[in-house]
């Protein structure tokens, strides 16, 4: 059935379920783990909080023209609409191909592989390989392998996108519940350490061994931005949010300055609690924080918390991901089974099958720091072009209904391009081969669009021809 002559989604999210989803997207691994690289990169504990404020304030301001376009154009699939809008629809299609084949289904893999990751803190035995084989290409050797987590990594996101099949109401009270026990265990952090850490605030003013100062900033924050990925998520599932021109700005601006706080306080409790060597020597620095005033429990408490707060973001990439290829299965830029929605529940549940299957090939590689940092520079190629996308309806639509208009605009959104466009740039030149395997697959959308397009023209053509036989010849 064709996907306009389907039922509409059912807007179902409210205004906490909707901060939801941005705020438990982007509380994800990365806030437990992160802070003791960013340390090595930049040098001391003042540097790592203002790379935190500075990567917080840059989401925000991102999150502020989103919320404009969430609010004027709320539709499924976020992103992908607001550029095939602007810009077209060869650009709108290249950013849902970048994103079905790897940009949200690898940033899914990611996160769950980090939940199994936490999982085996518990059973040990889910990191023992399963299967080995030796293998070669080119002269090269290398050796396959799959790990209980690789196969329980894949099994969680069957398992998660079954739940979202079941209907965006229990999705989005899920995400709620998830979102605010996350939210307890990040308090705990934070009111813990400062209350029997027994530290001193003398800490931040000490310093570290670290990495030029230059590139070390670049490093840190494309570490902090990770930590913020997610806030775009609810734009992706503005169809089904109850009275979006409110709630969509509520919990785009809501949901990214309450993160910001949040990761701000918890790693100012993690240098008062611990001194700048004991931060660099730990790759798990929350972990080594709540031992300083649980004692040896801290440990669980840490791998408990990491695994409710990856759970709710899992959830949370999951709903918002699923609505992009819907949305261009809508446009018919997408096959057409994209489109359905499921006959009781009125989800996606095609695109949440599709959209599970390659996550969970991606969470089978368990290459889970590449899968992450080709994800995240991907994804802010597009952060950068859908602001651009404001700026050009400004002025190509200004009769627009306009709910809500972005603050700053358009010295804010300005700032963001500039500031993103340098980020990558300063990336590429950092991490040169992740940052080129990114450009490359983002390019291999125009190929893929074009031999799209001529297939449809192909698939028409029939048609025209019987119809232009069955004219009436002249005499």
């Known amino acids: 059935m064709p996907c306009e002559q389907q039922a509409q989604l059912i807007r179902g999210l409210g205004p906490f379920s909707a901060t939801s989803v941005v705020a438990g997207s982007m509380i994800g691994t990365a806030v437990f783990l992160v802070s003791s690289d960013m340390l090595r990169s930049v040098g001391t504990p003042w540097r790592v909080i203002a790379v935190w404020v500075l990567a917080g304030v840059l989401s925000l301001f991102g999150a502020l023209g989103y919320a404009e376009l969430g609010a004027a154009i709320p539709a499924a699939g976020g992103e992908y609409i607001y550029l095939r809008r602007a810009c077209g629809p060869a650009l709108g299609f290249m950013y849902g191909w970048t994103q079905f084949i790897v940009a949200k289904t690898a940033s899914i893999a990611a996160i769950g592989t980090g939940f199994l990751l936490y999982l085996a803190y518990f059973f040990p035995g889910l990191a023992a390989v399963l299967w080995q084989r030796q293998a070669s290409l080119a002269g090269h050797s290398f050796t396959l392998k799959l790990t209980g987590i690789q196969v329980g990594a894949t099994l969680l996101i069957g398992f998660i996108s079954a739940l979202n099949i079941l209907g965006v109401r229990r999705s989005g009270a899920l995400q709620t519940l998830f979102t605010l026990a996350k939210l307890a265990i990040l308090a705990i952090l934070i ?190 190629i597009f952060y950068a072009l859908v602001t651009l996308s404001l700026i050009i309806l400004r002025r190509r639509e200004p009769n627009l209904p306009r709910p809500y208009r972005a603050w700053g605009y358009p010295w804010v959104s300005a700032i963001f391009i ?5 980020l990558l740039a300063e990336t590429f030149a950092e991490r040169t081969s992740d940052a080129a395997w990114c450009l490359g697959l983002v390019a291999s959308g125009i190929p893929a669009y074009w031999l799209w397009t001529q297939s449809r023209l192909r698939r028409a053509r029939p048609s025209h021809e019987s119809q232009r036989s069955s004219w009436p010849r002249r005499p």
């Open 191 to 380: 009111v813990g350490g400062f209350a029997f850490g027994h530290g001193s605030f003398e800490h931040l003013h000490a310093a570290a061994p670290a990495a030029g100062l230059h590139g070390g900033v670049a490093v840190a924050t494309v570490s902090a931005l990770w930590a913020y990925d997610g806030w775009n998520n609810v734009n992706m599932v503005a169809g089904e949010v109850k009275r979006p021109e409110r709630n969509m700005p509520l919990a785009l601006i809501g949901g990214s300055m309450l993160v910001l706080i949040v990761y701000v306080l918890v790693n100012l409790a993690y240098f008062y609690v611990l001194t700048p060597q004991q931060v660099a020597d730990t790759p798990r620095v929350a972990a080594e924080a709540a031992r300083s005033f649980l004692g040896g429990q801290g440990g669980a408490f840490v791998a408990t918390g990491v695994l409710i707060s990856t759970f709710a973001t899992l959830n949370g990439s999951i709903l918002s991901g699923s609505r992009i290829p819907y949305a261009q299965a809508c446009d018919r830029l997408f096959p057409s089974a994209l489109g359905h929605l499921h006959p009781r529940f009125r989800t996606p549940a095609v695109s949440l099958e599709a959209q599970a299957l390659v996550a969970g090939l991606f969470a089978l590689s368990g290459s889970y720091q590449a899968l992450y940092t080709k994800a995240i520079y991907s994804e802010w």
């Open 418 to 422: 500039l500031v993103a466009v340098l």
